[in-house]
């Protein structure tokens, strides 16, 4: 197959037949064509599929600034709950302290008012909320540290200035009634002989209340021969007191009594003719007349 090619020129018709390698050159301009446009389709691919990844990685990275953003708010707010329970406790605390000290007559010595001292060079951060958070939490723990110190000295002084108070032995064990038999020799209401008698009766109103005359620890509480239901209590430097013939214990071995507390009920168990408190006191685990104890005036 040949081609035949006519021009017309000035000198009239040329004729051109070209040869093979011209009708080939067609079909490599074509096969260029192809092969450069496959080559930008295949580039234009790979840029999108880039920038694609691209936003998928700003996307992830968003969301990650977005749940640390809401993990931070919500750790915050943990904190801010922290530290108004911290400051309702030492505002708690304070008043106590206040409390305390004033009932003590030391609220000259004891200031729960003045601010904790803090000082100190420090750099702010990018996070300025977090950072006065922190510093608050820190104050407040100084605080608390402070006031607990100070609260355990007043502790201290308090408990020595009140605990001879409680120990003092002083008044009757019954709120109302009558003494009915005092300490010393008498005559036996069961033999009719003469003999000892260790303590002081007072009677009164069955189911009435047996109170504490001193504070201190309760070694005694049931039934002891003669006595009937008994209560003994234990206020340190060698003395016990003595409740005998209740109707009733409130008490056990064990407990720590306040002066004036209630222990038993009035009632006539044991060696009784009817209802009475036979009241001790013992020093050194003898007797002694308790009358100077029921008698002298409260410390």
Do not use: C
Request: proline share 3%; glycine share 12%.
């Amino acid at each position: 197959m040949s081609v035949t090619v006519f021009l017309q020129g000035r000198n009239g018709v040329t004729r051109w037949q070209p040869g093979k390698q011209w009708l080939l050159l067609p079909m490599l301009m074509i096969a260029a064509g192809v092969g450069i446009y496959q080559f930008h389709t295949e580039q234009f691919k790979s840029q999108q599929a880039s920038v694609e990844l691209e936003r998928d990685i700003r996307e992830q990275h968003k969301k990650q600034v977005i749940d640390l953003k809401q993990a931070t708010e919500t750790q915050l707010a943990t904190l801010v709950a922290h530290v108004a329970r911290m400051q309702a406790k030492v505002t708690r605390l304070e008043a106590l302290g206040e409390q305390v000290a004033k009932n003590s007559k030391l609220e000259d010595q004891f200031d729960f008012q003045t601010e904790v001292g803090l000082g100190g060079m420090s750099e702010l951060g990018a996070n300025i909320e977090l950072d006065q958070l922190i510093a608050d939490m820190d104050q407040l723990v100084s605080r608390i540290d402070n006031n607990n110190v100070e609260l355990s000295l007043l502790e201290t002084v308090t408990t020595n200035l009140h605990i001879e108070n409680e120990r003092y032995i002083s008044g009757r064990p019954i709120g109302k009634g009558w003494l009915s038999s005092p300490y010393g020799l008498r005559n036996d209401p069961f033999t009719g002989k003469r003999a000892m008698h260790k303590g002081i009766d007072f009677a009164g109103t069955e189911g009435a209340d047996v109170i504490a005359t001193a504070g201190g620890v309760v070694t005694w509480a049931g039934n002891m021969f003669g006595y009937g239901e008994l209560v003994e209590i234990d206020h340190g430097n060698g003395l016990k007191t003595r409740y005998g013939h209740n109707k009733s214990l409130s008490v056990k071995v064990g407990d720590v009594i306040a002066k004036g507390q209630p222990i038993a009920k009035m009632g006539s168990t044991g060696r009784s003719t009817g209802p009475h408190v036979h009241y001790e006191v013992l020093r050194g685990g003898q007797q002694i007349d308790p009358r100077k104890y029921v008698y002298r005036k409260a410390s």
